[in-house]
């Protein structure tokens, strides 16, 4: 018999007593009674605990604020399906020339079809994303890979993330935010700048994901 | 094995890292002795009680998500092989492939016969109960395959050669200094300088690990949960380590037990909520993965899942013990257990140590294996460990219910009976009737004697004398109560009174 209907067999043996498969009690929260300013205000007060830096902004001026984010990096990837909007700040002049004209050449582009290695990713000084939903409860982010978030490496290898969350975007608590997204996809939910508690339990933040992760909540 | 047509088969116990080895009162007695491990392991679990407390006492329904989550977790154990039918059909159609494993052995020439499959003899590694279950790492390391632990607490065990002693945090029993000490000895090209901050030791982590998760080709890792309705499997962690792993290796291959399935998407809300609160006390660990089979030009590219028995289903076949299968492994119960508290890991033998282990370890292995019919005794039965199971495991419930499992196959095996069994006779004549326990209790003054002008008895023989290893039983009073009761309740014609008749049994 092969390992595989061994121990099916095994398992059916085991359930020979037939134990009941209960109806599953879901009397917990589906869903939480904030929205608008409450739920930001929540998102940020978690993402500060969590060590992140967080900065409110108008939509209209996510480019400045990731500009000015990327003062002192010499080079950062973007996933190539980003809003070109959201670099406008970046690219030569702001005289209206058309997208691109004069591209920062800090820039690194990445897709699927045309990746950076890994090697060419470890000499990238940080990133920039967009989001697919965001839990305030908890402070979570989660990306799914969608065009405007990447790859997974590109939000992974540079040890700077900066990270656009969509206020429209951001649910009050987990279950809300497990709705609105595929679970095929390829997730990454990420609380805060990597951490450990592994020496005496105490807390550390950044260890081997980016040590430093900027959350724009644009509203 | 199990050709059976309607004969009952054997349990099929699981095998590896599962056994206490030695009896735990005796590597109890031995850890008891190490006060630099206590003043630790104090530390750490008052550290982690508090966080946890704090992080629960937060969520307004953290009791029906408990609910929810005990409920989920017994549904699927009713419906284990349909369920595992439905994620491997789900796994395959996305590109991964499934491999079944009857016990450690068999997991174990599964993933190196893998590994040797793409040429490398070096893997990149996260941290993973069931591959520590298995003794993956002794086996490649026989197999001339190098396995490098990435998450920062076993990394600190594999440099010290060391065995973790918790499954949360492996490396509990070590405090900073020791952990400094451990780098500058083992880690080469670690900066002599090195001071025994938390931080400053998190930094020469990722240093020493940062080129082989770069060059990695190949990872194994364990999974938290498993998605039978997606084929969809996640992996909770806090470093990145985790996502170095399932991101950057063009080969993934992943140890998980039959048990860990989740019926649907919609389980992981509860899950989520429930395990980083519990485990580490926040409201959510950093970093969640989660991958179904293979996703174009993201992420490894050959993705393998084997799925493990060793001895799981032996533990489903019990129904007072099967619900030890829900746990998540969150460690809220060893944390919170007065034994653990003061023994350690270490005393327990297994991969799994504390309550949780106490129960699980004798049920996927058998109560006869190595000692392990020592660890449903390695309890005070207070009720602690239930109290904070995100699953609500009733693990006192299950310890009584393994020491009588003992009790009775240490009584099958043997034709003459023991001391505890003349014991417990003795006591069951004695206590039946009022007028036998006045019989006995004749005896009393021999015990005077036997205690002594200090009034101690320092020493009991037989058995009994594990009740006098650590305490002094104070010298009998000259009268029972009994005795008493009878005298103070006479009447002047010197029979005992009848005015207390209602309060008599």
């Given at each position: 018999m092969s390992a595989r209907d061994d121990i099916l067999t095994r398992i059916r043996g085991a359930l020979k007593d037939s134990p009941e498969a209960p109806e599953i009690p879901r009397e917990y929260r589906s869903a939480s009674q904030l929205d608008g300013d409450a739920l930001i205000e929540l998102l940020v007060d978690r993402l500060v605990d969590y060590k992140a830096q967080v900065a409110v902004v108008a939509e209209a001026e996510v480019p400045a604020r990731i500009a000015s984010l990327l003062e002192g990096a010499r080079t950062y990837v973007v996933p190539a399906g980003l809003d070109d909007g959201w670099l406008a700040g970046l690219d030569?002049?702001?005289?209206?020339?058309?997208?691109?004209?004069?591209?920062?050449?800090r820039r690194r582009l990445d897709s699927p079809a045309q990746p950076l290695t890994v090697a060419e990713l470890d000499g990238v000084d940080a990133v920039v994303t967009s989001s697919a939903v965001a839990v305030a409860e908890t402070g979570t982010i989660l990306l799914d890979g969608s065009p405007n978030q990447g790859r997974r490496a590109i939000s992974l290898v540079p040890d700077h993330h900066i990270c656009v969350v969509r206020a429209?975007?951001?649910?009050?608590?987990l279950p809300e935010a497990l709705r609105r997204i595929d679970g095929t996809r390829p997730i990454t939910m990420i609380s805060g700048p990597s951490a450990t508690s592994d020496i005496e339990l105490e807390r550390v933040e950044g260890?081997?994901?980016?040590r430093r992760l900027d959350v724009i909540i644009a509203r | 094995m199990s050709t059976f047509l309607g004969m009952p088969s054997l349990p099929a116990f699981g095998s590896g890292n599962l056994f206490a080895g030695e009896s735990f009162p005796k590597a109890a007695h031995r850890e008891l002795g190490n006060a630099q491990l206590r003043a630790n392991l104090g530390h750490a679990t008052h550290t982690i009680r508090d966080k946890r407390i704090n992080v629960v006492s937060e969520l307004p329904d953290w009791e029906q998500l408990r609910d929810a989550g005990s409920a989920i977790k017994q549904s699927v154990m009713a419906r284990l092989p349909e369920l595992l039918e439905q994620f491997e059909e789900n796994f395959t159609a996305r590109g991964g492939v499934i491999h079944w494993a009857r016990d450690a052995k068999e997991a174990n020439s599964i993933v190196a016969g893998l590994i040797r499959d793409t040429g490398e003899t070096e893997v990149v590694k996260i941290k993973s109960m069931a591959t520590q279950e298995i003794g993956l790492n002794e086996y490649l390391e026989e197999q001339g395959i190098e396995a490098f632990e990435t998450d920062l607490a076993e990394l600190i065990v594999q440099l010290d050669h060391d065995k973790p002693s918790h499954i949360l945090v492996p490396a509990i029993h070590k405090n900073r200094t020791e952990i400094r000490d451990i780098f500058l000895r083992e880690m080469p090209g670690a900066d002599p300088d090195l001071t025994n901050e938390p931080s400053v030791l998190a930094m020469a982590a990722r240093e020493h690990l940062r080129r082989k998760f770069l060059t990695a080709k190949v990872a194994v890792s364990g999974a938290n949960f498993a998605l039978a309705d997606s084929g969809t499997l996640a992996v909770v962690e806090s470093e990145g380590n985790g996502r170095m792993c399932l991101t950057l290796p063009e080969t993934l291959i992943t140890v998980m037990g039959v048990e860990k399935l989740l019926p649907t998407w919609q389980d992981l809300e509860v899950f989520m909520q429930l395990l980083p609160r519990s485990s580490?006390?926040?409201?959510?660990?950093p970093y969640t993965s989660l991958w179904t089979g293979v996703t174009e030009g993201d992420g490894p590219q050959n993705v393998h899942l084997v799925l493990l028995d060793n001895g799981r289903s032996a533990a489903l076949a019990d129904e007072m013990g099967r619900s030890a299968l829900h746990c998540i492994r969150c460690s809220a119960c060893m944390n919170v257990c007065p034994v653990y508290e003061r023994t350690?890991?270490?005393?327990?033998?297994?991969t799994y140590p504390g309550p949780i282990g106490a129960i699980l370890s004798p049920l996927l292995t058998g109560i006869e294996a190595e000692e392990n019919n020592s660890l449903p005794y390695a309890s005070s039965l207070c009720g602690a460990c239930y109290d904070a199971c995100p699953v609500k495991i009733n693990i006192p419930d299950i310890l009584v219910h393994l020491r009588s499992v003992d009790v009775d196959s240490k009584r099958g095996k043997k034709k003459v009976p023991s001391q505890m069994d003349v014991g417990m006779k003795a006591a069951s004549w004695a206590l039946s009737s009022g007028k036998r326990l006045g019989l006995v209790e004749k005896g009393l003054p021999l015990g005077r004697i036997a205690a002594g002008p200090d009034k101690k008895i320092t020493k009991l023989p037989g058995i009994a004398g594990g009740w006098t290893q650590s305490r002094d039983i104070p010298a009998p009073p000259a009268q029972s109560f009994r005795d008493w009761w009878a005298k103070e309740h006479q009447t002047p014609d010197n029979t005992p009174s009848t005015n207390n008749k209602e309060a008599q049994p």
């Open positions: 030569g002049g702001g005289d209206g020339g058309a997208p691109g004209s004069r591209r920062d050449s429209a975007d951001i649910a009050g608590i260890v081997h994901g980016p | 580490t006390g926040e409201r959510m660990n350690g890991g270490h005393a327990y033998g297994s």
